[in-house]
């Protein structure tokens, strides 16, 4: 029986947190999307602290509506990728933005997990990056279709990690000043 290699683990300096499509429209649609709201919002708070760079998408804003207001009020400026294509790979722009930053290891979350998230982080991974999938900030319209695309995320070789785990993971240790300055978010 072969196993997979380990993956390394996630490193700060290595790392972008990817949040795609929380849109309006989505909002009255998404499983449990109170949750991944939440969760996004901490994971964005989180990275800024430890200078994890955050790229956010948009599907067709135009006709989906743009971020929820609650995760757009934590930038300044708002630069989001405007997308057509269900992955986010397929957008010249988020591919140069992950160019650019030059780091391995793709944190994702958002919506919808057995469509965009999932595209996404099979195409990221044929591109040789490090995927790490937030459990508990993916959602779809369906727990069934949730379930199904974090399945064929873990058969394809991308992690699932919970929030909590990720963030713990990212620090390395305790008693760091950064650790310190997160500490509040680091409770579910």
Do not use: W
């Not at 948009?58 to 989906?64: A, G, I, P, Q």
């Not at 934590?74 to 630069?79: A, D, Q, R, V």
């Amino acid at each position: 029986m072969t196993h997979r290699p380990v993956p390394e683990r996630l490193d700060p300096r290595k790392s972008v947190l990817v949040v795609i499509d929380i849109q309006e429209r989505f909002r009255s649609l998404i499983h449990h999307m109170d949750q991944v709201a939440a969760t996004t919002d901490r994971l964005i708070r989180f990275s800024r602290e430890l200078e994890i760079p955050v790229v956010v998408t948009e599907h067709y804003s135009r006709k989906l509506g743009v971020t929820l207001a609650e995760l757009r009020a934590l930038f300044s400026p708002f630069e989001p990728v405007e997308k057509i294509h269900f992955s986010c790979a397929g957008n010249k722009e988020f591919n140069t933005r992950l160019e650019t930053l030059g780091r391995p290891q793709i944190i994702l979350c958002g919506i919808e997990t057995h469509v965009c998230v999932y595209q996404t982080a099979l195409d990221l991974m044929r591109d040789g990056k490090q995927v790490a999938t937030i459990v508990d900030a993916v959602s779809s319209c369906s727990a069934a279709n949730r379930e199904i695309g974090l399945r064929a995320m873990d058969r394809a070789g991308a992690q699932l990690m919970g929030a909590q785990m990720a963030m713990f993971e990212l620090l390395h240790r305790a008693g760091t000043p950064e650790f310190k300055r997160v500490h509040a978010l680091l409770k579910d």
